[in-house]
């Protein structure tokens, strides 16, 4: 039985430009490499739901149950240590990606060897993540699921990967268990997901353990504590994963009632159809078209050639080949200013912004410290600086949270703007050697839109820990075992200072990150902007010299090419046609 049945299928613009980008990786005219960019900017573009919570709150099973297979590993002791991500495949394929690049191929039956602590323990086998290809209409409508490790376990660095995946989420399963009571750990870290998440959906998992008065008690109680947690209430989904899973194996529809799993899909689905990512869709149909008319003059001036009398283009060839000396001071004018104005970027205006915001949270917060540490000092001495220490991580964390996503905004539109001035002056001059190309040889060539677009995947993430060296374990000893009233101005001196430690060392991070990723991404830009060019160049040239090479051949060999650049030329206005429905904006969503 399918649990999806009620999933409406509504990424059309996705499914059409995937599927052009596919019939054209069968066209030789079209650049492969130009494809796979635009093909990766497609997948970028998948729904990512992420599945997060403390650990053995059900991740793997309900994800399981999503899926109607026993795919991913699970167990009674914490297991998962790497992120598995699940796409859609034809058929089933696991594969395993490495931190040094490698990828292995694995049987499925092989999985947990690499993703749970048992098999890979502390990720010894250095696993960066591991792929699943699973043939699930779920999966087939662009959704990616992502299990990730438990938050909380004794395996600290597995709540680390889960920090930095919560970059990727579009939308973010928050797994709680009904036979455990919310703790201030999960709220805590209710906190970091909502700054990261688009959306979220609470689950209480685990519900076939309670009887019908238990569940109505546990539940009201996690919609308690979370509308408590973010200040409104939220609606939370009781499910049963293993009821889901069983209801799929042996299609029991009243077990599947029972789970409480058509409610949630019912409400996922209808999130999900919105035409998400159809100006996504466009500006890759836009990008695609713009490959498909310049592909398309190329095969026409291969085709011009093969029919121009060999003195004739030889000087065409010259010519054009004189017009190329012309590019490279311009290829290494836009090299110079474009990692100029990206180290301005990164340098002067992220630097003032960090270091203004850091001076502003140190002297805030001191005053809030001191407010804090009034309307607490009544408590007993261990209690105010536990308290005191929590209420320091909370609201560094979430303050830094707050401008990371500001700033994240204001780069990211600054990068775009330096990105679409950049392409425009190399697409300009690419359609500049294709009209130049084109008169040539007397060929119309009409300059086609296109649309740029930068990818901001951070490896950014937070993890505070409240772990202290030994020394400084052994003076808070000290301290917090003389009287409160001799107690008191150290715990509050020791507040301060791990507030001031906090917001300097976040402000490095900050710096660091977003400094890093402006420079991948203007690597990444300028390599794309540079191929492109030498793509032209390339493309341009060859029509002209293979169409002399097979002039020079004879009479046979120039017509059998010509029967296959008019093939080429069919295959070529038929997808230009398939993706006219986007370019108009007119596709379903």
Not at 95 to 109: C, K, N, T, W, Y
Not at 112 to 118: I, R
Not at 390 to 416: C, G, N, P, Y
Request: hydrophobic residues 45%; contains cysteine.
């Amino acid at each position: 039985m399918d649990i999806f049945s009620n999933v409406t299928e509504s990424d059309h613009a996705l499914v059409l430009i995937r599927a052009g980008l596919s019939e054209a990786r069968a066209i030789p005219a079209l650049d492969a490499g130009e494809l796979a960019a635009l093909a990766a900017r497609a997948e970028a573009g998948v729904f990512n739901l992420l599945a997060v919570g403390e650990f053995k709150r059900g991740k793997s099973s309900l994800l399981n149950a999503l899926l109607g297979a026993d795919i991913l590993p699970v167990g009674v002791i914490p297991l998962t240590a790497i992120a598995t991500i699940l796409s859609y495949g034809e058929s089933p394929l696991v594969e395993v990606h490495f931190e040094q690049g490698d990828i292995r191929p694995i049987a499925l039956s092989e999985l947990a060897d690499y993703v749970t602590e048992t098999g890979n323990p502390r990720n010894t086998k250095g696993v960066r993540e591991v792929h699943i290809r699973w043939p699930s209409p779920w999966l087939a409508q662009g959704v990616r699921l992502i299990d990730t490790p438990g938050i909380g376990s004794i395996h600290r660095h597995n709540s680390a990967v889960t920090y930095r995946y919560l970059e990727r989420a579009d939308a973010v399963l928050f797994l709680l268990s009904a036979d455990q009571p919310v703790g201030q750990a999960e709220t805590e870290f209710l906190q970091g997901v909502r700054a990261q998440a688009g959306r979220l959906f609470f689950l209480l998992n685990k519900c076939d353990l309670l009887d019908e008065r238990e569940r109505a008690e546990s539940l009201a109680f996690t919609e308690r504590a979370l509308a408590a947690a973010v200040g409104r209430t939220v609606p939370v989904f009781a499910v049963s994963a293993r009821w889901a899973l069983e209801a799929g194996r042996h299609g029991d529809p009243a077990r599947l009632a029972a789970s409480g799993f058509p409610a949630f899909t019912a409400a996922l689905a209808r999130f999900l159809d919105t035409g998400k990512d159809q100006a996504l869709a466009r500006a890759l149909a836009k990008a695609l078209g713009r490959r498909i008319a310049q592909a398309r003059l190329e095969t026409e001036l291969a085709r011009a050639a093969l029919h121009t009398p060999v003195a004739q283009l030889r000087e065409k060839i010259a010519a054009f080949e004189s017009r190329r000396g012309t590019l490279e001071q311009d290829r290494h004018d836009v090299l110079i200013l474009l990692q100029a104005e990206v180290g301005q970027l990164a340098g002067e205006t992220l630097t003032s912004a960090v270091s203004a915001f850091a001076a502003d949270l140190t002297q805030n917060l001191a005053r809030d410290l001191d407010r804090r540490f009034a309307e607490l000092r009544h408590l007993p001495l261990r209690t105010l600086d536990a308290e005191l220490q929590d209420w320091v991580v909370a609201r560094v964390r979430a303050s830094w949270d707050d401008f990371r996503r500001e700033q994240d905004r204001h780069l990211d539109d600054a990068f775009q703007t330096l990105c679409a001035r950049f392409a425009a002056r190399i697409e300009t001059t690419i359609d500049e050697l294709y009209r130049f190309s084109a008169e040539l040889f007397a060929l119309p060539y009409a300059r086609p839109a296109t649309a740029s677009v930068w990818s901001q995947e951070s490896r950014f993430y937070y993890y505070f820990t409240s772990e202290l060296p030994m020394l400084a374990q052994l003076t808070a000893a000290f301290w917090l075992s003389l009287p409160k009233l001799l107690g008191e101005p150290w715990v509050r001196r020791r507040a301060q200072e791990q507030m001031r430690m906090l917001v300097d060392r976040q402000a490095g991070r900050v710096r660091h990150d977003f400094v890093e990723r402006l420079a991948q991404s203007r690597q990444a830009f300028t390599s794309a902007l540079l191929q492109r060019l030498d793509n032209a160049l390339a493309g341009i040239d060859s029509a002209m010299r293979r169409g002399l090479a097979l002039s020079l051949e004879g009479e046979q060999a120039a017509a059998r090419r010509a029967t296959e650049l008019a093939a080429d030329l069919d295959r070529l206005d038929r997808l230009a046609g398939r993706l006219q429905p986007l370019l108009e904006g007119s596709a379903e969503s």
